[in-house]
């Protein structure tokens, strides 16, 4: 067993085969490691690494794994690894900046099983909800809906609706988030804090599979998300007491080139 896979959440929060409504070995069987490997001079390189580890969930028979974007961005080798430690090399289909999902097509037999897509629309919150990750059940947690909300980044990324949960885990980044039914409602994004009852907690941030929906077959068919560009400054901004302040700029973006400074 690799380093990074040693850890185990305490068996108390683990979720039990006697006690969900689904075939929990085969749900786990369903998410792969995602391992990726990012030129020195990409864009994305300085903020996200050009080494990145995380998750996926197989979507369909064919092996269509859905991920998180910020793993597979700019990604010049990407490997899946199954629960039965099989490697397979993946190659970066499409990725949607505006939702954050990517797609990864296997090249070569994913032997792995798919979940089934429900609606996350039909998650309320406090409900009981799982999160999959690779590793079996020791990687994986049994966690309910917090909250159902907009979601907005510093770094110009906007959801109307996104789902929260707790307790919170710092590397959820694409995994899976599984209704009572063990069907998959949402792709694990940000580890995030909210404020509750006048104190910060850490929060785990998924979006709503009920995005995916309506793009994937174009996303499929051009390799590119299907919505138009938003708008885009290239500043990230924060607001500490109150004050909007510039963080940082990207290098030749519009902000920076209209002269907004740090």
Known sequence: MSEDQAWAFPESVQPKADQTQFDLER?????????????????SASTLGTERTGYGAVIREDGLVLTIGYLINE??????????????????????HMTGFGLIQPLGKLAAPHLQRGLASDVKVGD?????????RAHSLRTRILGKHEFAGY??????????????????????????QGNLIGTGSLLVQQEINGELV?????????LLNPILDAMLQTGRSPHPPRPWLGMRTLDPAGMLVVDRLNPGGPASRAGVRV
């Not at 749900?27 to 864009?43: G, K, M, Q, T, W």
């Not at 009981?128 to 079996?136: C, D, E, K, L, R």
């Not at 850490?202 to 009920?210: A, K, S, T």
């Open 202 to 210: 850490h929060v785990n941030m998924f979006v709503p599979i009920d």
């Open 27 to 43: 749900a786990l069987d369903a998410v792969v490691l995602v391992r990726s490997e990012i030129p020195e001079d990409a864009y």
């Open 128 to 136: 009981s909800a799982f999160v999959i990750g690779h590793g079996g």
């Open 75 to 96: 990604a010049s080798q990407i490997w899946l690894t199954t629960n039965r430690g099989a490697s397979i090399a993946g190659y970066p289909l499409a990725y949607d």
């Open 155 to 180: 770094w110009e990324y906007v959801l109307d609706e996104a789902l929260f949960t707790v307790p919170a885990h710092p590397q959820w980044g694409g995994a899976a988030l599984l209704d009572a």
